[in-house]
Each structure stands twice: as C-alpha cells, then as structure tokens.
C-alpha cells in the first residue's frame, strides 16, 4: 500500500544535483507557462449566478496543457428556460452527462455553491471520480444547506431578494456583485462581467442535503483557497477555508491570491494552473 | 438601479479577443506602474505613533498618478504641542480639513486609529464622502473602546505605560515597535522609522465611541488587509480581519503582504496601488 | 533603554533621498539573492518525519549568506537504531550540541515538532539564545502535548497508526504525507521525499510538557508562517498562526506561501530569507 522506504537518505545536495535544480527553478518561476507532467480529464461545475461559460478561460488553458475539459450545463442555468428546479435535478444534469459521454477518472471541480452539486454527484457516481476539487466552495454538512452557511444578514439578503422576485430567483444587486464577487476587478469588468450574470433559482440554495453517503467516501479531496475572496466572511464561524474545508477530512489545501471571479478572465492561466495543483495525483 | 442584463452571454474567448487579453496583461503585471482607469480624491488619515507624515510616500505615488490627495493632521499629533487631546477634537481636526477645502466626492482613508477617526468623521459630513477605506484599522463597535479590541496582556501593557507617563501617553518601547509595526523591516530601516516615532496622547485610545449613526450610513466601504500586520493577533476574537472587517457588514476586501508600517517607506507603490483598488468604483 | 527620539521628522521624500529608494527597490525585489545587512549563527530543529538534513538545502544557502549554519541531529532520528526516545532525551541532544561546541547568541530555529524541542532547550540555556524563531512549529502549553494540538480525527488516526508498530513508532502513509506535507510538490518530488521519512518514534508525540519556565523567559521571539501548510486546519481552535503563535505574546510575525516540507527542496533560498527576516536583530 504504501511506497517502500529507502533506508538511508540521499545526501543529496541541491545544489549539485540537477533534478533538484530543475524542481527549484520550475516551481520559483511564476508557473504558469510551464507544461505539467501529468494529463487529467477535469469535469468543471459553475456556481450561483454563472453558467458553462464561466469556465471558458481556464478550460481553453488546461486544454492548451493538454487536459481533457468538460464543463456541463446543469439545469435552470444557461438557456435552460426553466428556473424551477431542485438540487436533485442540478445534480442529474451532472451525472448524466459524465455517463453519457463515459468519462472515468475523473477530477471533478466544484466552484462556489458547485461544492454541493459534487458533494452529490460524488455519492452517485464515486467510481468514476479520481479526485474532488473543491474551489471557494460549499461543503455541507450532512443535512445542511447553502442558506445555513450564510451569515444571518446575509441570509436575510437572500431571502428579501427571494421574496420580492416573481419566480423564486435571486438577482443579485450590481453594487454588491461588484464588492463581493469581483472586489479586484476594475469598475469595467465588473461592469462586463455582470453582463452574463441572470437571476438564481433560489430553491436549490436552501435545501436540506443528505450527505451521510457523501462522509463516506474515501476519495482524494483538494480545497483551492483563494484569499481575496470575500464572499462570505472568512473566519469566526464562517468562510471557505479552514471552516468549511476542514469537512472534508484529510484535504489538499492550494491557496492563491484571487477572488470569487474575476481571475476566470483575467488571470486564467493562474486559476488553471491552482486547479492542476490540486488536481494532479 | 441595476444595470441591464444582457440576455445572452457574449461567447468571448480571452484568447481572441484583444480586449480580455489586456485585462489580463494589465492584472497579472505587478500592477504599480500603469495609470489608473479613474481619478479619485483621497483624504488620508493616519494612526497612532504616526502624523501626516506617514503618507508622504503613497501621497507622492498617487499625486503621480493623477489623483488629488490630503492628509490632514489632527489634535494631539505633528506639531501641536498640546497632548491633552479627546477623539472628539481629532474629529473635529478632520472634519474642519475637510470643509475648510470644500472637498467633495471623497475617498477616506483610515490607518489603524485613523479607522476610529474614519468612523466618527463619517458620522458627521456624510455625503462629502463617496467611499470608506479602512487599512489595517480599527472598526469599533457602537459603545465600543480601540482599548476593548486590545488582548489583556497588550491592554495592561498599555495601562501601564500609560500610568508611568507625566503627561497621559503611551511611548511606545522600540522593541515592541520593532517586532509589531515594522516586522518585515530591516533593523536600520525600524530604527529611522523609530526616530519620528512621539509619545501618543492616551486618552483616546480608551474612550468610548457612540457609533449608532455610523451604522445607519450607506456609504460603501472596503478593508484593506495586510497578512504579515501582526500588531493584533489575527484570530480568535481579535484582529484586522475578519473580526473587525466583517463589521462593516457587505464590504470590498482587498488583501497584500505588507506589515502595518513598513510598505509606507519601502514600498509606496505597491500601497497606493492597494488604497486605488479599495477605493475606486 | 529606548532609542534616543529625533524631534524633528526628516521630511525626507523617498523619490528624492537615495537611501530610501534603495530600500524600496531591495524590498520590491524578490528578495532572495541579496546579501543580509547582518550575519547571524543560525541552529536549526527539525521536526517529526524529518532528520537533520532536512536542512541541507536552507543551510547551503544560509552559509554562502555569510551565516552561521547548525543542524543538529537528535535521540532517535537519523543513525540512531534507538527509536525508545523521550522528550528530555531529544532536548539533551540539542543542548549538548550546542554546549560541545560552545555556541552563543545563536537564533535557534525549530519547525513542527522542533518548536516543543526548542521551547525545552531555551529553558535550559536561555542565555546562548538572541533570539527563537518557530516555523510553522508547535508552541505548547504549559503541561501540554503536542497531540492535544491535533484536532481529534488526527489524533485518532496517530493512535491507531501507534498501536499498529512494533516499536511504538507511527509510520506515515504516503497519501497522508503528499497532501498534508507536501502539497504543493509534484507526485515525483512527493515521492522522492518519501524515501527519507522513516517511522517516528511515538512517545515524545503524546509527553506532556513542563513549561513553567519557558513562559518566564525574555528571551525575543518571532513566528514564520507559511499559508499553503495544512498540516492542521488553521483556524476554528487549531493551528500554527494565530492559535499556537500568540502564546508567544509578543512575538516577530514573518509570512510566506509555502507548505510544511516542499520548500526546503524547491525553493531554500526562499525558505532562507524569511528564516533571515525573522531571526535578525
């Protein structure tokens, strides 16, 4: 099981011995350019207020590395007219499209209320995921929503909007898009950005999840932290990393300097290569 | 309110298209020396053990960048030669500035102290101001003392230098001041930052602030934090953020890896650059 | 005590003054070529799953710094057939080290299980110590452990991994040690390290510690932090910074982006610097 010890240390030097000297170099140079050494089939699955597309970027880099990249669309979201839908039917859309194109080993990446939807995913279909990454994501407890993650006037947001909406989604106000999602975006971007943002099914994201399966499984977790995310407070009973994270057991921890968005645009070479980090074996 | 949705997303691919490309250019650069998109008049604010000296550095950058700049000094600090000072009086001194000048449409900026400053001005002339900044400082709550945010050992160590003074300040001992303010600091760099260092007033690091107006104000805000600011322990019921940033309820978090004085000097440019992407639109 | 106060800022500005351009421009650089403005006598702790050469990169680059550099092996690591070792043996190891070869002012630096081992030994001969420096290592408390500081899955898993030696030593999994260890390394590099962590010998991990003394001692002391290190969850009650950090009281705070091992292998001269800035005057 594990990989045989060698009893007595290389003494090596790291600065006589060239394969050191190239593992330094590589990893101090800005590491983005570079070629990884292992090819991986990631399946990218998008969050709240975002469709397929926002993976645009960092699919086209990880595909240049030569990764295979899915990004499916999942229900109420996308040109999907239809915005009455629950997370069972979010996390069918998922599975059926990693069954309907057979895909197996699998580094499955959940990105904001993403978490979730492969927390689920992964119950269904644990045989065919080589690892889960989790991005700035949820990561419920069993029996936990979305909603109880929110800090109370947050939540309270949330509900008002939900409330004042005529088919249960929630538009999210541009001023606070712009502070709490592309908070290092300039005004024009996020401006840009908010192009593509449409009201949420509010539905999905106050439901109940069982996830007892989910605690179950042994497969290998990664969390990419991004610390100018601020989506949420992060810290004092909150956030992304350690409090939701440390859920997942024994995890991978990547951290980066992004936020919640703005880097899928204008940093994607950066955010690929994070989703390769905590991607590769 | 809102800006309009576009119904369709722009099927943009940042590798075509020139204008993501420049984002993309302009963000993963170091990002110090290109103009800035907005032009913005900021009011800086210092801290305790600090005058309006402090922004000398980042006033030059940003001046240099085209926008307009004031930092005002206020009761008990620079030449004012009286130390029997209230934090009503250094309001006062910043609100007086502010008026005397008829500035308008304004970016205030508050260091440390400078965010109780910051809270209490705000309170007063709100709609000269178009957003609030507070770096690395203190957002005390409604009845609140910058003393209840100290540690006990910090605050006792404060209440006794503070009883052994002849005029009521804090004289701040160099070690501390080495190993807290200046951390990342070279010592012959902590030791000339050390000369401008005076005895602080104390008094109104101790009193009481009714906040209940502040509150109630809609101006938006953002917090600039810098990760090796080490001057309060950065967790569990204390520090920067998110314990006193998240106070400020929805806010635009910008983070860098600067300490609590010493980018002032050694890296002017890489704050103005921080304080811009806080403050602008 | 303090040093003398200069009355007068120096209204120096750093775009015209020489001096403080070139600290900008030796800060702003990536800071690792350069050589210090101070030479210091440098011994260095190693932690569990690790011997003394686990230094050998940062030490090659502290010496051709102009430092003095120690790596001291301890009771039941390296050569030592010996893994029936206790905490005060480990210490006397170090002690001894120090006083056969009559080393003074020498910042002594532990990581991981070496901030217990450097906590005992200060308490014996505090007076050859100018300064201590933990990096990402264990501050325990007075009559604590270190597996107190484990959260209880951890210490669960340790126990089990305990009961199931030979030797009362815990051998750790590869799984376990790429993504907790080494988790920004590449698979190859993750696995070459392994073939250097042998079993570590149980006892010392699970000893409660009298550290009446060490809480005592004025000795200086500073706190490296690296924030990709997920040895444990940081945050929530556990963790290097701020949890075990701010028993130090006052304490230097240096922050860097790495994990637990890789660096030591990729990237000693970064790992050099910020033991540099931590450990100088």
Same mark, same amino acid.
């Given at each position: 099981m594990y990989y045989r010890f060698v009893p007595h240390w290389? /003494? /090596?030097?790291? $600065? #006589?011995?060239?394969?050191?000297?190239?593992?330094?170099?590589? %990893?101090?140079?800005?590491?983005?350019s570079r070629l990884p050494e292992q090819r991986l089939s990631f399946?990218? %699955?998008?969050?709240?207020?975002?469709?397929?597309?926002?993976?645009?970027? %960092?699919?086209? #880099?990880?595909?240049?590395?030569?990764?295979?990249?899915?990004?499916?669309? $999942?229900?109420?979201?996308?040109?999907?007219?239809?915005?009455? %839908?629950?997370?069972?039917?979010?996390?069918?859309?998922? #599975?059926? $499209?990693?069954?309907?194109?057979n895909l197996r080993d699998i580094v499955l990446v959940g990105h904001s209320f993403g978490g979730t939807v492969i927390q689920k995913v992964a119950e269904q279909i644990p045989d065919r995921i080589k690892r889960l990454v989790f991005w700035d994501a949820f990561v419920l407890k069993d029996g936990g929503s979305l909603a109880d993650e929110l800090p109370p006037p947050t939540r309270q947001g949330f509900e008002q909007l939900r409330a004042g909406s005529?088919?249960?989604?929630i538009l999210l106000p541009f001023p606070l898009f712009r502070d709490l999602f592309v908070n290092t975006a300039t005004l024009e971007q996020a401006k840009h950005f908010y192009t593509s943002v449409r009201p949420e099914p509010a539905k999905p994201l106050f439901e109940k999840l069982d996830?007892? #399966?989910? /605690?179950?499984?042994?497969t290998p977790k990664s969390y990419v932290y991004f610390y100018q995310d601020n989506v949420l407070p992060q810290g004092e009973g909150f956030g992304w990393n350690p409090h939701m994270s440390s859920r997942l057991g024994v995890f991978r921890l990547i951290v980066?300097?992004?936020?919640?968005?703005?880097?899928?645009?204008t940093r994607p070479a950066m955010l690929a290569r994070k989703l390769y980090e905590a991607g590769r074996d």
């Open positions: 290389p /003494y /090596y030097s790291p $600065y #006589v011995e060239g394969e050191w000297l190239s593992w330094r170099s590589a %990893v101090e140079s800005d590491g983005v399946v990218l %699955v998008h969050g709240s207020w975002a469709d397929a597309h926002f993976w645009d970027g %960092v699919a086209a #880099v990880l595909r240049s590395q030569g990764h295979t990249v899915h990004a499916p669309e $999942y229900a109420g979201h996308g040109t999907d007219p239809n915005k009455n %839908v629950t997370h069972a039917m979010i996390t069918k859309s998922v #599975v059926d $499209y990693i069954m309907r194109l005529k088919d249960d989604t996830l007892k #399966v989910f /605690y179950t499984l042994p980066g300097d992004g936020d919640h968005f703005t880097d899928t645009r």
